[in-house]
Nanobody, 115 residues
Framework: QEQLKESGGGLVQPGGSLRLSCTAS????????QAWYRQGPGKQRELVAS???????NYADSVLGRFTISRDSDKNTVYLQMTDLKPEDTAVYYC?????????WGKGTSVTVSS
């Protein structure tokens, strides 16, 4: 049963923007941290951004000032607004929600930044 589903990926030119969405469906236990990871070609999966229960956010240095993580609790959705995209942002982006005893991953959405 798919519980997290990402959407919003695609092909964009350098300098462009995309907004990724991660929506939960079905039975989701309480989570404390909602995050976006990415895995570029030939690279390890890395943490991009996270948002905690109280609203605190953290970003990887490589995306600070360009990406913004947010959530709409009523819609059970977390967003990643990406601006000023660079070729090195090309990756499959995954959402990851974590709670005290639960750990959910989506299947990913592909982002390609190329002219």
């Amino acid at each position: 049963q798919e519980q997290l589903k990402e959407s919003g990926g695609g092909l964009v030119q350098p300098g462009g923007s995309l907004r990724l969405s991660c929506t939960a469906s079905g039975s989701i236990s309480r989570v404390n941290i909602q995050a976006w990871y990415r895995q570029g070609p030939g690279k390890q999966r890395e943490l991009v951004a996270s948002i905690y229960d109280g609203g605190t956010t953290n970003y990887a240095d490589s995306v600070l000032g360009r990406f913004t993580i947010s959530r709409d609790s009523d819609k059970n959705t977390v967003y990643l607004q990406m601006t000023d995209l660079k070729p090195e942002d090309t990756a499959v982006y995954y959402c990851h929600w974590m709670g005290k005893a639960v750990d959910y991953w989506g299947k990913g959405t592909s982002v390609t930044v190329s002219s």
